[in-house]
Nanobody, 124 residues
């Protein structure tokens, strides 16, 4: 079955950087894309970024544009999220997720498979 395993979270000071990794296994070869989401305490899970498999199309939430970069290593079945200039409002559990079909790329309801999440904390 599909497994998504995130890593790379941690505690970082404002202005610092982290790189999250998502390793995928057991996935269908025709999946559509992989996204990163985050959920802060008391808030809904929100889409951060997505990369489309077949053409590499990328989208970002406005809140992270210019600071976060999504990328992939197909040979390692891994998707990365490079996060720079981190802010306290970036504090959340970060999840990667896989979708099988096109649609609204940052809409969480359209993702079928999810990882367990990794905590990112940026103290104020």
């Amino acid at each position: 079955q599909v497994q998504l395993v995130e890593s790379g979270g941690g505690l970082v000071q404002p202005g610092g950087s982290l790189r999250l990794s998502c390793v995928a296994s057991g996935f269908p070869s025709d999946y559509y894309g992989i996204g990163w989401f985050r959920q802060a305490p008391g808030k809904e899970r929100e889409g951060v970024s997505c990369i489309v498999r077949h053409d590499g199309y990328i989208t970002y939430a406005n809140s992270v544009k210019g600071r976060f970069t999504i990328s992939r290593d197909n040979s390692e079945n891994t998707v990365y999220l490079q996060m720079n200039n981190l802010k306290p409002e970036d504090t959340a559990v970060y999840y990667c997720a896989m979708r099988r079909y096109s649609g609204m790329l940052l809409r969480r309801e359209e993702y079928e498979y999810w990882g367990q999440g990794t905590q990112v904390t940026v103290p104020s």
